[in-house]
């Protein structure tokens, strides 16, 4: 049961999000203990989300047969999953009561945008919207007093992230009735789009942090190949290799000492 909780918490994604709030933390002159801290409650808000996201999702995945979702092939795991994603909220909003204000805040900002991208804007035009909040909102929590470039440019992570994530389940959506921003663009639309939302994510770090010369055509060079890892490699690697160049733009940020 361990392992299904495990898979079904979106493991790679929270796992990503998580090391990286921590790295990012850490590139923004946080300690080290307060870096741990914020990746922490950004760990448990994470599980929170994949779990929520899993269960309500359960229906929907089992009438297209995705064997490899774990709630699809152990159904009776679905309250468990519920119950897990309620105690992991309550770890987060607790967590957040103890950052205080205006980073608990921004906790809970985020938390509840990410639930309402599970139920119901995962569905509307509007499902880009919550990652936009959810990335803008994280380094603004990390590090008080973050400058508005990285807000923005991690704004602009965030929804490519969405759209290279909802590609690979776009046709199975549509026989579920999903309609949220990607699965009305198409793979080639939001691909292309995803593509213009991480090189300018990229670009405004390097204006904004001002890396050595390598760091920024490294992180740029990176993030313009999107377009061709999406169109000849496997359905998920877009959204990896969107994580790596989210990595890359962290050790950008770390070596130009942007705080």
Do not use: E
Not at 115 to 140: E, H
């Amino acid at each position: 049961m361990i392992d299904q909780l495990l898979r079904a918490c979106h493991p790679l994604p929270a796992a990503a999000v998580t090391v990286l709030s921590g790295a990012l933390a850490l590139g923004l002159g946080q300690r080290p203990t307060d870096a741990a801290l914020a990746a922490a409650t950004i760990g448990a808000s994470q599980l929170s989300i994949g779990w929520a996201n899993d269960a309500i999702d359960a229906c929907r995945d089992q009438a297209v047969g995705r064997t490899g979702k774990p709630l699809v092939r152990r159904p009776d795991l679905i309250g468990t999953v519920k119950i897990a994603a309620l105690i992991a909220a309550a770890m987060t909003i607790g967590a957040a009561f103890a950052w205080g204000w205006p980073r608990g805040a921004l906790v809970v900002l985020g938390l509840t945008a990410a639930q309402l991208y599970n139920w119901p804007l995962k569905a509307t035009p509007a499902s880009i919207v919550p990652y936009l909040i959810c990335f803008a909102a994280l380094p603004a929590f990390l590090a008080p007093g973050t400058p508005l470039w990285l807000i923005a440019a991690a704004a602009l992570l965030g929804g490519s992230a969405h759209l290279v994530n909802a590609i690979p389940d776009l046709a199975d959506d549509a026989m579920t009735g999903v309609r949220g921003l990607p699965q009305r663009l198409g793979a080639k639309a939001s691909l292309m789009l995803a593509s213009g939302l991480l090189i300018a994510a990229t670009a405004t770090l390097v204006v904004g942090a001002r890396p050595p010369w390598w760091a920024a055509s490294a992180a740029l060079l990176s993030a313009a190949s999107l377009p061709l890892i999406g169109r000849f490699a496997k359905a998920h690697t877009a959204f990896r290799a969107v994580i790596a160049v989210a990595a890359l733009d962290v050790v950008l940020l770390v070596v130009s000492g942007a705080s």
